[in-house]
């Protein structure tokens, strides 16, 4: 498979979920377990362009697909448009759920650059957030809107 | 303070310094830690409530390849110190203890109560082996509630009890109890309950262990609210003394009262890894999480109140029985808050108060953001229903039983002062905000036209810390803080705060920042190393004042250090030197600056003495004047009566928690709560059938509140009333779910005023909504 | 919660998969989508000793359309049928159902064979498929055979696909010109299973109701076709008085089964709300897609 652009490859049990390879055996720990049944959201990745829940994908079922988890949303180590924009609107606090968030809010701006507070509330519906009341995550997702805009 | 207002940190939404690691996965959480040898733990647990454990057969989970070893309860108890429970240690329990191992040995008292621990090579092979550890149990009658716990002739939980009542029924009265209900006009009396809900923080607990080579030190990580607290436990349990235990925490993923890092699992993954010499670490997953991990605020309450015709409150009477589950931790310090928290900012002048802690088959009741918060519901919800008895608006009921501002300080009859409390003013400008006359206009035309719309509001004071007492050393002990200024000019911070999620390494560096003179950048907050850091803890809402105030002092302690040592170097007098963007400068003089660094590095090469080597310093604080936090909340919302579905449509603030250090902070904290709050209304319930079985163990049967359920909540911050020369920040993490649940409810009875609908209960799901229809238009 | 151990098997053609299914019989289950199954493996509650992954089977990928009838392959995404053109215009209640289903990333997964073969009776695609009357085309070494809606859904989670037989693809009728559809549901958060839904489908001629299918989710084992009131339905012209008794008779002999979210008596209440929402839904919706 081909993770945030790199090829990268391992021989696992079927068993194995593709979060646990991508945390164990690809060291790439951003992408975070919250549920491990596919409800709150925290391990969202993107492959081949759509998000999934990676506890719920094994690992063996992404081979020769593309990858990208929460390290390689941004070039270069720093933040993306939307990452800053969450960050300028104080967007979490303890940062579990971040990843998921990040990863579903990028695939979601990409076909809706436009997009409105229901829909930025309806798409980001399926991660759960335990800190936050979701507001500043709201907010950043909009603010990342607006700046794309001008 | 000679800075320019526009240069202040303090008071400004400083942009996060966490959030480039979390935004970007590079945050280090306890499941990310990977040592060498690692070797990984998984809990064989309870399927019964309540049975007699008679054979543990551990062979064939031995036997299967991959698992290094499988220890049951009784192979723990001959490598751990039995004793209490590290959070009874740490806030006593109020009674009576009872006796149990580590991990269950003779009897399994909860679904999900942990019997063997199984080591292996995977997290896979370790549930693999789980699966093949035969257990023989007894079953025994479950005691699923608190009615069946107070009936003598129920089983008892712990035998060497007697019975199920760890706390006896014990009554205080306070201010003429009986004076107030002979002079009432009217008394009502109510049953209330509060329903069993949990912190479920989106990353579980977990612990990775790694016994030091021959020393018999211990290096642990840790998710948990304080690193002394983990180590205490740990060394407690293991017979080592607290030095021979380094604890470590990274990034933590919410908490909320839940993680001390020294619970019955991490004990037993503790005393495993030192017994198999290898590290070895537990993460809790969801399912264990929901299961055992440990819930709260399983209450109920027969109040009786006394009111005049008029709406004063005269008195009020509570009998609480709280049910603690089984392994009890919280039964005496939460009656005993409550009891005290129970008058509010109201100038109620009689309270009687008895409570009975009992314990039951099921998953621990532990501390979860505002332990007390079920007084405010209780309060709360009696003074909406004594409005509507009287045709009291809810409103003009609080305003009419505030109490008043005055000098010295109202005291409420629990004993403690509503010094700067400003819940009137709360209340008005929470009222302004939702334009109450506004709504009831538009609440009767939407009813018209078959729209049950409903306003409640409710408020609360929070002691974050709480006033200080005349004569007293201080309000919540001390905090402590190192401060360092080093040769590159950083000035470190090293606190014994565990931020999970608070943001402490902002808030502190723009106290820091300010009081010292440099730039935020160049503040680091060191936290989550027991050997680096003094003894604290992050809970109670205690940060803002203490660990905010013993930055303000400790850099104010460390400037005076520093300038010191620059007046020697600048051959100017200290008193006219002082410390502006990182740089000292003699004052009227700008090109006279010398930056801090150079400060330190000529200090730190012996230029003035051996003295000067270390600018460093050791810095206390007892809380000052402290204070209360406190505020008013309203919420609008709809009720589709068809479908009992509850939709909040506006969701005010009012707060006052003093002087913020960043607001984006204060309101993200107030937020998340209120979120909590509408949750444990709408959706959560840690529900157990009448045989003790748990009923919500996945994220499909406990409901988390999502992004379409939570409105925007608006906030407004009250000018603050100093009471403390220097440190004027309040806390802020527990209002918000303390007052939200009543918030909610006294909306939903707004809305349903016309069927004639009261409401006793703070859990209101759909299905309970349209029966409370259904029977208040059967009575109303 | 990690899965179990199992054997997997990821055959490349329809072919391989029947051969695995033949061999391997009830010992196997299939793979599709994962959003039901690979919960129930973490949580240790479904045990098959073989994994056949019927992921690479492209073949079982698309939406394609007869004079009739939208033949949907097993493997077709539950996205690919929401942004499909010919699944807005030719199966307008399948249309509304889609996007009721959990969240994006879930879609992204889940198909709609996959969906139909789990029968989740709480699920929104069985209600649909009952109420249209798809027909289920299953594939085994010994031929093909095509079930009916009426007779694939047995029970909870359980349909009359044999262990040997995939299934293959589903047929869904092309709605008529004067046809309107709508599917209801209340649940307790947004995305969640719903505690009862209801899918449906209306057709006028001449002002008066031709054709009308109501099925429900939720109430049951299985999704179950409400017949007594689209039988009372038929003939009559829309009418808030007409729909109200069409409520009543949809509901009076359910016995929906309670859960945590909710007792039989709420669902049964919810149930007639819905039908009432339903039927005026779908009535205007047939007004739109004019």
Wanted: aromatic fraction near 6%; include cysteine; charged fraction near 20%.
């Amino acid at each position: 498979m081909t993770v945030n652009g790199v090829r990268r490859g391992g021989s696992v049990e079927p068993r194995r979920t593709l979060a646990d390879f991508l945390r164990d055996d690809l060291e790439l720990t951003g992408t975070h377990v919250g549920c491990e049944h596919g409800v709150c959201g925290s391990c969202t990745v993107i492959v081949d362009g759509r998000t999934v829940r990676s506890c719920l994908m094994l690992a063996v079922q992404a081979a020769g697909r593309e990858v990208t988890t929460i390290e390689g949303v941004a070039s270069g180590g720093g933040l993306g448009p939307l990452q800053q924009a969450l960050q300028d609107s104080h967007g979490f606090q303890c940062g579990f759920c971040t990843p998921g968030f990040v990863m579903q809010a990028t695939a979601f701006l990409r076909t809706h650059p436009d997009a409105r507070e229901p829909e930025v509330r309806e798409a980001l519906s399926g991660n759960i957030c335990r800190c936050t009341g979701y507001q500043g995550i709201i907010d950043g997702v909009l603010l990342a809107v607006q700046r794309s805009q001008h | 303070m000679t800075q320019i207002a526009a240069q202040r940190y303090t008071g400004t939404s400083v942009k996060r310094s966490e959030d480039p690691r979390i935004l970007t996965g590079s945050g280090r959480y306890i499941d990310d830690v990977k040592l060498p040898g690692m070797l990984h733990a998984a809990f064989v647990r309870s399927p019964l409530a309540h049975g007699r454990v008679l054979a543990v057969d551990v062979s064939a989970a031995r036997a299967l390849p991959g698992v290094v070893a499988v220890l049951t309860g009784a192979d723990l108890d001959t490598m751990t110190v039995r004793g209490p429970d590290p959070m009874v240690t740490f806030i006593g329990l109020g009674g009576s203890g009872p006796d149990y191992s580590l991990l269950a040995t003779d009897k399994v008292r909860f679904v999900g109560d942990p019997v063997a621990v199984v080591i292996a090579e995977s997290r896979y092979l370790a549930e693999d082996g789980c699966e093949l550890v035969e257990i023989d149990y007894a079953d025994l009658p479950a005691v699923a509630d608190a009615a069946s716990a107070l009936d003598p002739g129920s089983p008892p939980v712990f035998a060497d009890l007697g019975s199920n009542i760890i706390v006896p029924r014990r009554r205080t009265e306070l201010g003429d109890v009986p004076g107030a209900f002979a002079a009432a006009d009217r008394i009502a009396e109510f049953h209330l309950d509060v329903h069993r809900h949990q912190n479920v923080p989106m990353e579980g607990r977990g612990i990775v262990v790694s016994p030091g080579a021959g020393s018999g030190q211990l290096t642990v990580h840790v998710a948990t609210q304080g690193v002394h607290v983990a180590r205490n436990g740990i060394a407690a349990c293991l017979g080592l003394e607290p030095e021979q235990v380094r604890v470590l925490a990274g990034d933590i993923g919410g908490s909320f009262g839940l993680k001390m890092g020294a619970s019955r699992e991490e004990l037993a993954v503790a005393a495993a890894a030192r017994a198999l010499g290898r590290p070895v670490k537990w993460i809790e997953d969801r399912s264990e999480h929901l299961t055992a991990s440990g819930q709260a605020r399983e209450e109920s309450f027969d109040v009786r109140a006394a009111v005049s015709g008029d709406g004063d409150l005269l008195g009020l009477d509570v009998a609480m029985v709280i049910d603690t589950g089984a392994y009890p931790v919280a039964a005496g310090i939460v009656p005993a808050t409550i009891q005290m928290m129970l008058p509010g900012p109201y100038t109620l002048p009689a309270l009687g108060f008895e409570s009975t802690a009992v314990t039951t088959n099921k998953a621990s009741y532990i501390s979860y953001r505002g332990p007390w918060a079920s007084e405010t519901f209780v309060r709360e919800r009696v003074l909406d229903l004594l409005a509507r008895d009287l045709g009291l608006d809810p409103l003009e009921i609080r305003l009419r039983n505030v109490a008043p501002r005055t000098s010295p300080p109202f005291m409420m009859v629990t004993g403690r002062p509503l010094i700067g409390v400003t819940t009137r003013e709360s209340l008005e400008l929470v009222a302004r905000m939702a334009d109450f006359p506004a709504f009831r206009r538009r609440q009767a035309a939407e009813r018209a036209r078959g729209r049950y719309l409903g306003i409640g509001v409710a408020t609360f004071i929070e002691p974050a810390p709480g006033p200080r007492m005349p004569g007293a050393p201080s309000v919540m002990g001390t905090e402590s803080m190192r401060l360092r200024l080093a040769g590159d000019g950083v000035l470190t911070l090293f606190t014994g705060q565990m931020p999970h999620g608070q943001g402490h390494q902002t808030t502190l560096a723009q106290i820091a920042a300010d009081e010292f003179g440099v730039p935020f950048e160049q503040v680091r907050v060191v936290v989550g190393d027991s050997d680096l850091v003094p003894a604290a803890m992050t809970g109670g809402s205690r940060s803002a004042t203490m660990a905010g105030g013993v930055t303000l002092h400790g850099a104010r302690q460390l400037k005076a250090k520093v300038l010191d040592f620059a007046a020697l170097l600048m051959e100017a007098s200290a008193v006219d030197l002082h410390i502006a963007g990182g740089q000292v400068v003699v004052r009227g003089d700008p090109d006279s600056a010398v930056t801090v660094a150079e400060v330190a590095r000529r200090a730190a090469s012996g230029l003035f003495g051996a003295a000067a080597d270390e600018l460093e310093v050791e810095a206390s604080f007892d809380g000052g004047e402290s204070g209360w936090s406190g505020g008013s909340h309203c919420a609008i919302v709809e009720v589709g009566v068809e479908t009992g579905i509850v939709r909040v449509e506006r969701y005010m603030v009012a707060e006052d928690c003093g002087e913020l250090i960043n607001p984006a902070v204060v309101e993200g904290q107030i937020r998340g709560g209120v979120a909590q709050g509408i949750g444990a209304v709408l959706l959560e319930r840690s529900a157990y059938d009448q045989d003790g079985n748990y009923q919500s163990g996945t994220f499909m049967d406990y409901l988390l509140p999502t992004a379409c359920e939570i409105p925007r909540i608006e906030i407004e911050h009250l000018e603050t009333v100093p009471l403390d020369p220097d440190v004027n920040f309040r806390g802020v993490g527990e209002g918000g779910m303390i007052v939200a649940p009543p918030t909610v409810v006294n909306a939903i009875e707004d809305a349903l005023a016309p069927f004639g609908v009261r409401i006793y209960e703070q859990h209101l799901p759909p299905a309970r909504i349209l029966e409370l229809i259904a029977a208040g238009g059967e009575t109303g | 919660m990690k899965l179990p151990q199992f054997a997997y098997e990821a055959p490349a053609t329809v072919a391989e998969a029947v051969d695995l299914l033949a061999d391997y019989q009830d010992e196997a289950n299939v793979l599709a989508g994962g959003q039901s199954l690979v919960p129930l493996l973490a949580l240790r509650l479904a045990r098959p000793a073989v994994l056949i992954d019927i992921n690479g089977l492209d073949e079982l990928a698309g939406v394609s359309v007869t004079d009739d009838r939208v033949v949907i392959g097993a493997m077709t995404r539950e996205y690919m049928a929401e942004e499909s053109a010919t699944v807005s215009a030719a199966v307008p209640l399948l249309a509304a159902a889609l996007p009721l289903i959990g969240h994006e990333a879930i879609r992204s997964r889940g198909t709609i064979g996959g969906s139909l073969a789990h029968a989740d009776p709480a699920a929104e695609l069985p209600a649909v498929a009952r109420a249209l009357e798809a027909e289920f085309v299953v594939r085994s070494r010994s031929g093909e055979r095509v079930i009916p809606a009426a007779d694939w859904f047995e029970g909870y989670l359980s349909t009359s696909r044999r262990p040997d037989e995939i299934l293959v693809e589903v047929w869904f009728p092309v709605a008529g010109p004067d046809s309107g559809a709508a599917f209801q549901e209340v649940s307790r958060r947004h995305g969640d299973f719903a505690m009862v839904g209801l899918a449906v489908s209306l057709t006028l001629a001449d002002g008066a109701i031709s054709d009308a299918r109501l099925a429900f989710s939720g109430i049951a084992d299985v999704p179950v076709r409400a017949a007594e009131a689209e039988a009372l339905l038929v003939g009559e012209e829309p009418s808030a008085e007409l729909f109200a008794a069409a409520a009543r008779r949809a509901t009076a002999a359910i016995e929906p089964p309670a859960d945590l979210h909710g007792s039989s008596e709420y669902r049964q209440k919810v149930a007639a709300v819905l039908v009432r929402r339903g039927l005026r839904a779908a009535a205007d919706n047939v007004y739109e897609r004019q």
